[in-house]
């Protein structure tokens, strides 16, 4: 410690060194109070984790995913029982493609997919 000091004290001056270092120590006593009673700028953290943690978010990203894997298989059904090259396969198609691009997109959401079931794949291919 007594190497930085001497650096400090060269670079700015013995006042302006005791002074930053003194701001220095309330800042450090301030995060290290605020970390463990949870105030700002912890406090963001704590609220985040009570909303993706809490009961309701975690059934309904577990029921979404569920939903959203099937009506995807059930879309492929549809395109497949349309004939080749009409519009109405086309639109289909359309949509099949954003609601994959959406499951994938929520797939790579960390707190979307830490309540995904294991029996659903990370992503669905077009």
């Known amino acids: 410690m007594g190497y930085v000091r001497e650096e400090m ?4 001056g013995k ?12 800042l450090a006593v301030y995060f290290i109070i605020a970390f463990i009673t949870s105030i700002w700028p912890f406090s963001s953290a704590v609220g985040v984790m009570k909303k993706v943690t809490s009961p309701t978010a975690i ?26 090259g009409s519009a109405d396969r086309i639109g289909t198609q359309m949509v099949l493609n954003n609601m994959i691009a959406e499951y994938n997109a929520k797939s790579r959401e960390i707190t979307r997919s830490l309540w995904k079931a294991d029996d659903l794949p990370y992503q669905i291919g077009e």
């Open 9 to 12: 004290e060269k670079a700015v």
């Open 15 to 26: 006042k302006w060194a005791g002074r930053l270092a003194g701001i220095g120590t309330l």
């Open 59 to 84: 059934i309904q990203n577990y029921e979404w995913f569920y939903d959203q894997y099937h009506a995807v298989q059930a879309q492929r059904r549809n395109i497949e029982a349309l004939p080749e």
